[in-house]
């Protein structure tokens, strides 16, 4: 038998389930005590591993970065308690990681799509309407079950944000990532575009900041996830301001999006349109945010509780991967005090635990 470690709870299964107890053998989680006395003793409150469900490694503000940096990035990730990272878009192969077995799981979107000079340079593979549905085929088979599309940007010609894709070009280009046998998700900031990707259904919105009442209504009708990354929507003024002259109608439109984003992500949520936590770490955000992120919620009105399960037991359901199960690999938080009573004590977790391993604290 190799070592063993024995958590002493609470130990948050579920947002309603607690264990007094759990093990850590080989690697794995058990529910039953091992023969011999574990090597070692952790208490606390122990929760699943944070869930980034919209970060970029690999990725900076000029475009892929090499793996020396790639690495700096994923682990300061894990070693602020975020263990499962769902990558939204990144040019960099960041294959390697997978034999890592002291880096965070990594579930990749391939490389954004974007609509030719509609993008920020050296992010997208750049293609037009005729050929998206085949960019889709192609980054569903380089990611891990998800791809992403770049729904609106800025239109030069018209000075504002405009949707990047006729709708029937993106419900073509679904069905093909659902035939690939991925979830297609879709960067858009203004409220045009999400007419016509509630049309059809897609999988899942980033940022949704544009939001209206016609199309939450829809959302969550269809459960349509979004990840708000809150706090990079708070940043909007800065990224608005350098068009004020030149782009007067793109200034107004991102700023009245900003003015309104906390009263867009409650009406979201108190509709019923589910929520994931996210960052959108790299390019101009740091890594490390997503308990500062899961905080961030909670301050626009979003109920504690549900800020915690955006970040944790939810957001590894969606994604489908295991929390704290018997059997399963041992990603865990060990904290100093209840996370539901306080979201603050995630930004100093006790201990991180990957993969049964102490990588942090402890």
């Given at each position: 038998m190799g070592t063993a470690l024995h958590l002493s709870g609470p130990i948050l299964v579920g947002p309603d389930e607690i264990r007094d107890e759990i093990w850590v053998i080989d690697g794995?989680?058990?529910f039953a005590a091992p023969a011999a006395e574990p090597a070692g003793r952790i208490d606390g409150w122990v929760l699943p591993g944070l869930v980034d469900a919209h970060c970029h490694v690999g990725l900076d503000t000029n475009g892929a970065v090499d793996a020396e940096t790639a690495e700096?990035?994923?682990t300061r990730d894990r070693d602020l308690g975020t263990l499962l990272i769902r990558d939204a878009g990144s040019p960099a192969d960041t294959r390697w990681i997978d034999d890592r077995e002291d880096l965070p799981k990594l579930i990749r979107a391939g490389r954004h799509i974007a609509r030719t000079r509609r993008y920020i340079r050296n992010y997208a593979n750049e293609v037009e309407p005729d050929q998206l549905s085949d960019a889709v085929r192609e980054q569903a088979r380089r990611g891990d079950g998800w791809v992403k599309i770049v729904g609106d940007w800025i239109d030069r010609d018209t000075g504002d944000l405009t949707p990047c894709w006729p709708r029937e070009a993106v419900a073509a280009a679904l069905a093909v990532a659902h035939e690939e046998g991925a979830r297609m998700t879709a960067h858009c900031f203004g409220p045009d575009v999400l007419h016509d990707l509630a049309a059809i259904g897609i999988d899942c919105v980033e940022h949704a900041s544009g939001l209206e009442p016609e199309t939450i209504?829809?959302?969550?009708?269809q459960g349509i996830s979004i990840v708000p990354t809150l706090i990079n929507i708070d940043n909007f003024p800065a990224i608005a301001e350098p068009a004020r002259e030149k782009f007067p109608?793109?200034?107004r439109r991102m700023i009245d999006i900003y003015?309104?984003?906390?009263?867009?992500?409650?009406?979201?949520?108190?509709?019923?349109?589910?929520?994931?936590?996210?960052?959108d770490a790299g390019g101009t955000m740091s890594h490390g945010l997503a308990a500062r992120?899961?905080?961030?919620?909670?301050?626009?009105?979003?109920?504690?509780?549900?800020?915690l399960d955006a970040g944790t037991w939810g957001a590894r359901e969606w994604l489908g991967r295991p929390g704290i199960e018997d059997g399963a690999d041992a990603d865990l938080l060990v904290l100093p005090a209840d996370p539901r009573a306080d979201l603050a004590v995630l930004t100093a977790p006790t201990a991180v635990i990957l993969?049964?391993?102490v990588v942090a604290g402890g």
């Amino acid at each position: 038998m190799g070592t063993a470690l024995h958590l002493s709870g609470p130990i948050l299964v579920g947002p309603d389930e607690i264990r007094d107890e759990i093990w850590v053998i080989d690697g794995r989680i058990s529910f039953a005590a091992p023969a011999a006395e574990p090597a070692g003793r952790i208490d606390g409150w122990v929760l699943p591993g944070l869930v980034d469900a919209h970060c970029h490694v690999g990725l900076d503000t000029n475009g892929a970065v090499d793996a020396e940096t790639a690495e700096a990035q994923i682990t300061r990730d894990r070693d602020l308690g975020t263990l499962l990272i769902r990558d939204a878009g990144s040019p960099a192969d960041t294959r390697w990681i997978d034999d890592r077995e002291d880096l965070p799981k990594l579930i990749r979107a391939g490389r954004h799509i974007a609509r030719t000079r509609r993008y920020i340079r050296n992010y997208a593979n750049e293609v037009e309407p005729d050929q998206l549905s085949d960019a889709v085929r192609e980054q569903a088979r380089r990611g891990d079950g998800w791809v992403k599309i770049v729904g609106d940007w800025i239109d030069r010609d018209t000075g504002d944000l405009t949707p990047c894709w006729p709708r029937e070009a993106v419900a073509a280009a679904l069905a093909v990532a659902h035939e690939e046998g991925a979830r297609m998700t879709a960067h858009c900031f203004g409220p045009d575009v999400l007419h016509d990707l509630a049309a059809i259904g897609i999988d899942c919105v980033e940022h949704a900041s544009g939001l209206e009442p016609e199309t939450i209504e829809s959302f969550a009708a269809q459960g349509i996830s979004i990840v708000p990354t809150l706090i990079n929507i708070d940043n909007f003024p800065a990224i608005a301001e350098p068009a004020r002259e030149k782009f007067p109608d793109y200034h107004r439109r991102m700023i009245d999006i900003y003015e309104r984003r906390d009263q867009t992500i409650v009406a979201a949520y108190d509709a019923g349109v589910p929520i994931r936590l996210g960052t959108d770490a790299g390019g101009t955000m740091s890594h490390g945010l997503a308990a500062r992120e899961a905080q961030r919620l909670v301050a626009a009105g979003v109920p504690h509780a549900a800020a915690l399960d955006a970040g944790t037991w939810g957001a590894r359901e969606w994604l489908g991967r295991p929390g704290i199960e018997d059997g399963a690999d041992a990603d865990l938080l060990v904290l100093p005090a209840d996370p539901r009573a306080d979201l603050a004590v995630l930004t100093a977790p006790t201990a991180v635990i990957l993969r049964g391993v102490v990588v942090a604290g402890g």
